[in-house]
């Protein structure tokens, strides 16, 4: 009598056998591969944009600061064919300086018992240059600020 070879299961089995509930699985590998392929491709396009510098609004409701005891800090919008806002010691008219000048500035009217800053500027100095200056402003311990407005009258 001659022998059969039977085969039973392993790498060796036959694919004559039907695999029952295996037919109805899903394979989402690929579309998980689309997924960050769409991903990747979102993030390498879009550009990334800061928020626009915001134009201050006239003051409506508010306590005013008496400017006599403050020490003021005036900022003024960039000149045609200048980009930078220029800082100014006092009110409008005092002398052109940087923000280190601020800080001092700022301290020598502290130690004139002028424990108030207030920081003006013009409608079109970017935000960014007014959160600067006070971020020197506060860095100055003892001192209160203010940010002047336009008034609605």
């Known amino acids: 009598m001659a022998r059969r070879g039977v085969s039973f299961g392993g790498e060796g089995a036959s694919s004559s056998r039907k695999r029952g509930g295996d037919e109805a699985d899903l394979d989402i590998t690929p579309m998980i591969d689309v997924t960050f392929l769409l ?20 003051a409506r409701y508010g306590v005013g600061v008496e400017t006599r005891g403050a020490t003021i800090v005036t900022i003024k919008a960039p000149k045609a064919g200048t ?54 402003v506060t860095s100055v311990e003892g001192v209160q600020f203010y940010v002047g407005v336009q008034d609605d009258r």
Do not use: C, N, W, Y
């Open 39 to 58: 991903l990747i491709f979102f993030m390498v396009a879009s550009t990334m944009q800061g928020t626009p510098d915001l134009d201050v609004p006239v």
């Open 83 to 136: 980009e930078e806002a220029t800082i100014h010691m006092g009110d409008g008219a005092g002398p052109e300086g940087t923000l280190d000048d601020v800080r001092r500035f700022v301290e020598e009217g502290l130690q004139e018992d002028k424990t108030q800053v207030v920081i003006k500027a013009e409608r079109e100095v970017p935000s960014g240059v007014v959160q600067e200056v006070a971020k020197v």
